[in-house]
């Protein structure tokens, strides 16, 4: 049964969030539901290759396009789309402009494996 008294759940916005950063990367948690972290994501610049051994990673446009490099080609995730890199898959990210911000969904405490 839900307790009447409890506060609402807190309202968050993601893109409104993201304009408060000026740092060249910036990857904040969000929210935990279940075993999974929401992470946010602004970048204006590349991020090192790597892997994730145990966890599916996804990635949500909300800013900019997101290009997403693997090692047999790349994706461009524009605002609104979402792509799922599985498991153990090596990839990086970039902005394909000035800016990009990203919402990404991974098992809580994923390993990354970093692979420059």
Same mark, same amino acid.
């Given at each position: 049964?839900?307790? @009447?008294? /409890?506060?609402?759940?807190?309202? *968050?916005? @993601?893109?409104?969030?993201?304009?408060? *950063?000026?740092?060249?990367?910036?990857?904040?948690?969000? /929210?935990?539901?279940?075993?999974?972290? *929401? +992470?946010?994501?602004?970048?204006? !610049?590349? =991020? !090192?290759?790597? +892997?994730? @051994?145990?966890?599916?990673?996804?990635?949500?446009?909300?800013?900019?396009?997101?290009?997403? #490099? =693997? #090692?047999?080609?790349?994706?461009?995730? #524009?605002?609104?789309?979402?792509?799922?890199?599985? /498991?153990?898959?090596?990839? !990086?990210?970039? @902005?394909?402009?000035?800016?990009?911000?990203?919402?990404?969904?991974? !098992?809580?405490? /994923?390993?990354?494996?970093?692979?420059?």
């Amino acid at each position: 049964m839900t307790d @009447p008294k /409890a506060a609402p759940p807190l309202l *968050i916005d @993601p893109l409104a969030l993201s304009r408060l *950063i000026d740092e060249p990367y910036q990857n904040l948690s969000l /929210a935990t539901i279940n075993d999974h972290e *929401i +992470r946010m994501s602004v970048m204006t !610049r590349q =991020f !090192r290759w790597h +892997r994730h @051994p145990d966890s599916d990673e996804t990635f949500y446009g909300v800013d900019g396009e997101l290009v997403i #490099e =693997f #090692e047999s080609g790349e994706v461009v995730v #524009e605002p609104g789309e979402f792509v799922t890199v599985p /498991a153990g898959t090596r990839h !990086r990210t970039r @902005p394909a402009g000035a800016r990009s911000v990203n919402l990404t969904f991974e !098992r809580v405490g /994923a390993a990354t494996v970093f692979e420059d």
